[in-house]
């Protein structure tokens, strides 16, 4: 069937993209269902926040449980421990659609990050000066193509990485604890299906509803650069999604979009489209 061809090259494309190897958040899906046209590409722009995000941290058992400086401050016991990270990024995304229902993106985004975890006595904060960087790549095939009374559907795939660096812990301890020289890597995969549906408000206005529901697999590891010791965990949630686009001028357009689930994440941005329309 031409459906199960479709499946299958988009399965196959993730696939690819996954035994890449390469370190590539979850990401804002920032468009809707509905594809653009064979040939089309499209420009995303968009702030995006993120608060109290989950973040697992499997740590081995030690003898004592004693307040340290530095990543052995932050998790002092072994088990499992949770972080919750929060911060601020500007991004870029490049959509291109060279067939009829398939579509490829990568990504670019630099911001900030802060990790709250739990020592022993305290909550320690990590935080940086150093702007840090994220990155990803994906695909989304078209399931269903929208009707008069049917929304589109689509299923939205990709991998991605963030890498940030903190030299200050709080609360200071002792004299000297508030300097640490550590690296916080998170590495990625989502898998998200959508649904979209258009609405033709006045000849000048035109709204567009998205939503669904991701999965996201997120591995997370904290280094010591000046020990050397690393310290990792997975965690895995699903959670949904809400958006709004708005598009104007044709080819233009503003979006919002927002999940609530394992912390709180919102974007706000703005799209542009070369070589066509979206399809209709």
Same mark, same amino acid.
């Given at each position: ?192 299906? =959508? $649904? !979209?549906?258009?609405?033709? #408000?006045?000849? @000048?206005?035109? +709204?567009?509803?998205?939503? %669904? ?43 919002? =979009? $927002? !999940?609530?689930?394992?912390? #709180?994440?919102? @974007?706000?941005? +703005?799209?542009?489209?070369? %070589? ?5």
């Amino acid at each position: 069937m031409r459906l199960s061809r479709y499946w299958l090259q988009g399965l196959l494309s993730l696939l690819a993209i996954a035994m890449s190897g390469a370190f590539v958040s979850a990401q804002t899906i920032g468009t809707s269902a509905r594809h653009m046209e064979q040939g089309s590409w499209r420009v995303v722009t968009f702030y995006e926040a993120v608060n109290e995000e989950e973040l697992d941290f499997d740590i081995e058992a030690i003898d004592s449980c004693t307040a340290e400086t530095g990543t052995a401050g932050a998790f002092p016991c072994g088990g499992n421990r949770l972080g919750l990270g929060s911060g601020e990024s500007f991004n870029a995304k490049l959509l291109y659609q060279p067939g009829e229902r398939m579509q490829y993106y990568v990504s670019l985004g630099a911001g900030n990050y802060r990790l709250r975890t739990a020592s022993v006595t305290v909550t320690n904060s990590l935080s940086g000066d150093r702007v840090g960087f994220r990155y990803g790549a994906g695909f989304k095939t078209l399931i269903m193509s929208e009707t008069i009374v049917t929304p589109a559907v689509a299923l939205d795939a990709g991998i991605s990485m963030e890498r940030y660096f903190f030299n200050r812990l709080a609360p200071v301890i002792a004299a000297g604890d508030e300097s640490i020289d550590e690296r916080l890597d998170l590495q990625r995969i989502q898998i998200a299906i =959508e $649904a !979209s549906k258009r609405f033709k #408000i006045s000849d @000048a206005v035109t +709204l567009e509803p998205y939503g %669904g529901l991701k999965w996201i697999r997120t591995q997370s590891w904290i280094k010591d650069l000046a020990s050397g010791g690393r310290r990792g965990g997975v965690h895995n949630t699903a959670s949904p999604f809400v958006g709004l686009s708005a598009p104007i001028f044709g080819n233009e357009g503003f979006f919002a =979009e $927002a !999940s609530f689930v394992d912390g #709180i994440r919102y @974007a706000l941005g +703005l799209t542009i489209g070369f %070589g066509s329309n979206e399809k209709k």
